[in-house]
């Protein structure tokens, strides 16, 4: 089976540009998680999304920041205008909750260079 | 969620065992103890969980002290490949729930 998958892996951009990173999670999972990891301030948990709907966005920085999940099989991270402390990791995660372990499975992340 | 206090590093001999602390002292009855690793440059992996019994499964043991405000995680024998963060979380396993990562134990297996 195929785990989550995001894209770009790598992204570099410069300062003001419109960054769009995009997560696909492992079908039939039922939740969507986006974090963000650096050096500093290790890994935050931005977003959630539960059956598609936003439950927690406390972690979202600021409105530069938006995520949406218009499906079950797609979501989507966006910074605009991004700023050099954006650059950091971006992993995506989906798991079933109300089921087993509540396991989350976490893609290979969207490093993020913002110049 | 319970808050979870690591040891922020720990040194191991490839071969041998290596016990990973972790304490959740406000931990309520109803929260599980996650354990995830982290390999560099790589997404965070789920190991094991659990509630009060001590688990066991193909990657690692789980040791939780019989008043759940201590934890224990086992990898019985090390190997380079081990080498990584290791975090111990506390969280509610039913429903739609969040998983909070803290500052982790960076456990390093050496030759």
């Known amino acids: 089976d195929a785990g989550v998958i995001q894209s770009p892996r790598h992204e570099v951009t410069e300062m003001g540009q419109e960054v769009t990173l995009r997560c696909k999670p492992i079908?039939?999972?039922?939740?969507l998680f986006w974090y963000r990891q650096t050096m500093m301030r290790g890994l935050e948990l931005l977003i959630y999304f539960n059956n598609n709907v936003p439950i927690d966005d406390s972690g979202m920085p600021e409105d530069r920041f938006s995520a949406k999940m218009p499906n079950a099989s797609f979501s989507t991270l966006k910074i605009q205008p991004s700023e050099p402390r954006d650059s950091a990791v971006y992993f995506c995660?989906?798991?079933?909750?109300?089921?087993?372990?509540?396991?989350?499975?976490f893609g290979e992340g969207s490093r993020l260079t913002v110049l | 969620d319970a808050k979870t206090t690591q040891p922020p590093s720990m040194d191991c001999a490839e071969g041998r065992a290596a016990n990973l602390p972790c304490n959740h002292s406000?931990?309520?009855?109803?929260?599980?103890v996650y354990w995830y690793r982290q390999i560099h440059s790589q997404g965070p992996q789920y190991i094991i969980h659990?509630?009060?019994n001590n688990e066991t499964n193909e990657m690692a043991s789980l040791i939780i002290t019989e008043d759940r405000k201590s934890s224990t995680l086992i990898l019985p024998h090390a190997t380079l490949r081990d080498t990584a963060v290791y975090y111990c979380?506390?969280?509610?396993?039913?429903?739609?729930?969040?998983?909070?990562f803290g500052t982790g134990t960076r456990l390093l297996v050496s030759p």
């Open positions: 659990g509630l009060k």
């Open positions: 995660a989906s798991s079933l909750a109300g089921a087993g372990s509540g396991e989350l499975f």
């Open positions: 979380i506390v969280r509610v396993a039913v429903g739609f729930q969040k998983l909070v």
């Open positions: 079908s039939g999972h039922n939740s």
């Open positions: 406000t931990i309520s009855g109803n929260e599980y």
